[in-house]
């Protein structure tokens, strides 16, 4: 009998990647009240706000 080897994939080669940020204390706290609020976690709403205000960045020369 043929025996089937199965291999898992490795957690971040899911498209995700695990980052640390440092934060002000103000902006956590506003963070989870916002994730409260929306019964959202605080990982899921840092990629929300982030993936928008990616969208609406641009970069400008300093004078």
Request: hydrophobic share 35%; glycine share 4%; proline share 0%.
């Amino acid at each position: 009998m043929k025996r089937e080897i199965r291999i898992t994939k490795k957690k971040g080669e899911d498209g995700h990647k695990i980052v640390s940020v440092r934060m002000r204390e103000d902006t956590l706290k506003k963070l989870d009240e916002l994730a409260e609020q929306t019964n959202r976690s605080r990982n899921e709403l840092i990629n929300l706000l982030l993936a928008e205000a990616l969208q609406e960045v641009s970069v400008v020369e300093e004078n």
